[in-house]
Nanobody, 125 residues
């Protein structure tokens, strides 16, 4: 059974930083696509950042230059470093995992069969 567990969400002031973590367990070969999605108040869930099997990353335009996605294969953990946070970054952040090798991972929800429960990020002005 695959388990995906996010942590690191918190309440911060605008301009602050947070690092989210996502622990993935229950799958032997950690080689697939990993992504962060978010759902803000009154908004649909949207893709934020994805990292593929070759460690190439893709970001939503509004977070480029502020957010960094990375993974530690030895720890089966995905990270999202978020700097220069804005109130519009307030959302429930989800980690998503597709275990199959791919160099063309996208920020489409349909591409990810495994999801965590989310961790809340609140940015105040």
């Amino acid at each position: 059974q695959v388990n995906v567990v996010e942590s690191g969400g918190d309440s911060v002031q605008a301009g602050g930083s947070l690092r989210l973590s996502c622990a993935v367990s229950g799958y032997r070969h950690w080689v697939g696509c990993l992504a962060w999605f978010r759902q803000g108040p009154g908004h649909e869930r949207e893709g934020v950042a994805v990292i593929n099997s070759g460690d190439t990353t893709t970001y939503k335009d509004s977070v480029k230059g502020r957010f960094t996605i990375s993974k530690d294969k030895a720890k089966n953990t995905l990270y999202l470093q978020m700097n220069a946070l804005k109130p519009e970054d307030t959302a429930l952040y989800y980690c998503a995992f597709n275990p199959y090798f791919s160099l063309q991972c996208s920020l489409e929800e349909s591409g990810f069969p495994y999801w965590g429960q989310g961790t809340q990020v609140t940015v105040s002005s």
